[in-house]
């Protein structure tokens, strides 16, 4: 990841303002070398969703399934 810039907003995995629906379905993983802040949130259900809310003009690193796995992400 890039490092950001002073007009760039970090906001990790397990800030409260992001909802994992269903909470249960989300599976925290730790890697203090490979994700930043040490924790990203995996989920097998198809049906999970993740809920931000910001107001800006960009998400970034561009967003995408884990691994080559299938899956969407949606703006």
Do not use: C, H, K
């Not at 800030?15 to 995996?42: C, H, V």
């Not at 969703?49 to 995408?64: A, E, H, W």
């Amino acid at each position: 990841m890039p490092d950001p810039t002073s007009q760039d907003v970090v906001v990790q995995d397990g800030d409260p303002s992001i909802a994992f629906a269903p909470p249960g379905d989300w599976i925290p993983l730790t890697n203090d070398q490979e994700y930043s802040g040490g924790t990203l949130r995996i989920s097998w259900n198809e049906s999970a969703t993740i809920s931000f809310s910001f107001v800006g003009t960009s998400l970034g690193p561009p967003l995408r399934p884990f691994s080559g796995d299938s899956g969407t992400t949606q703006l």
